[in-house]
């Protein structure tokens, strides 16, 4: 085993309910986005040809030759407004409910959106003529729902959306027969085939756009739920540096066995002392001196497991391997100790530390029930580590480390030996060293 952590890397999709909803909810975001654009447009659309059947009637009705009524667009585009309310309405349910929609709906609101410039088209022809209309700007509204088709996020349904309209415009090119001469060449298949590929093309590279959308989604938020399996495995006690590291590891998540310095951390006579103070006076102790603690861990490359009352269980070498792991936890110890005087001088309520480490082999990996997971680590080396640290009310200590731990070190730092002493749960006596 390389001795990286298994969580899901961010590049990785999680085949999770919890992701699959995470992105069903985005998707369905981005269509109710797209509703709203196409409301817009409808409604901007109103208003300018409202306006300017009041300021221009002349031009009105020379382009319409006379047979533009208003009326006739209100009957056309108020059901389709009702109708995009709806499906807008239809969305905000769904997404309160976490439910997606069924792809049957999505293509059938394709096929109706699609077919509203066709619907408008068929009234211009009769109205101005199929030369006149053609060359109009309904053909152009086309392009409008192939664009917006993008925020489907759905390669296929662009493409249909393309496809429909493609189909659609050259049916009614090919059904209204144009009596002038630009009209005739406009009846060869050809003339209006290569104009209903362009609305092809234009939907198929609007549901690669929706796709690249669709996979940036995806990515988001793999990362965000790999981030999160993090925070749930080990608590916010991590640090941004390690998360990352975490993130990067690869994928698993089997218990195994590693080798690892683990500290305890525990504050001397403090529930008496709590006793005297009010609930929030103690937490905001404890906050105060947590953070000094826990961010000299991060500097050193450890992580808090677990907060234990008034103190907390930290590893170094887990879940990451760390061939320094007792030089970084020694380190640590110091620094706390030294971190605690400067924090104790003035203070009303000073705070006595009380630290031991120990290395050895434990077993580590993912223990709890399937909703809820934490990483831990579990065996002798841990109670080891927990013993030694209740050795400094005996010895008026508060750095304590064991042989492990000392021989891993070297002549680096100054330890003196305490010898061999009686540790709870243990037939022998267990050699002990003071660092401070």
Known sequence: MDGDVAVAGAHERPATPGFDAALTREILVTERLRIKAVLAILLLFAASLTLMHQVFPNSMERIWRGQFELWRFYVLAIPLIVYELGVLWLLRRRIALNQDVPVLRRYLSALVETSLPTIALMFQMNAMGPERALGFATPFAYFLFIILSTLRLDFWLSTFTGLVAAAELFAMAMLYHPAASLAEAAQEPGYNIIRSILLVICGVLAGAVGLQLRRQFEA??????????VTNLFGQHVSPQVAERLLAAGAGSTSEVRHVAIMFVDFRD????????TPQQVVDR????FAVLVDILDRHHGIVNKFLGDGFLALFGAPIADPDAAQRAVAAGFEMCEAMERDNAGHEWPLRVGIGIHMGNVVAGNVGSARRKEYTVIGDTVNFAARLETLNKDFGSQLLISAAVR????????????GDVPIKGYEEPQTVWKLR
Do not use: K, M, N, P
């Open 270 to 277: 403090f529930t008496g002392a709590a006793r005297l103070r």
């Open 220 to 229: 988001s938020i793999a990362a965000s739920s790999a981030r999160d399996r």
């Open 407 to 418: 021989d891993a070190l070297g002549e680096e730092y100054h330890a003196v030996s305490l």
């Open 286 to 289: 404890l906050d105060g001196v």
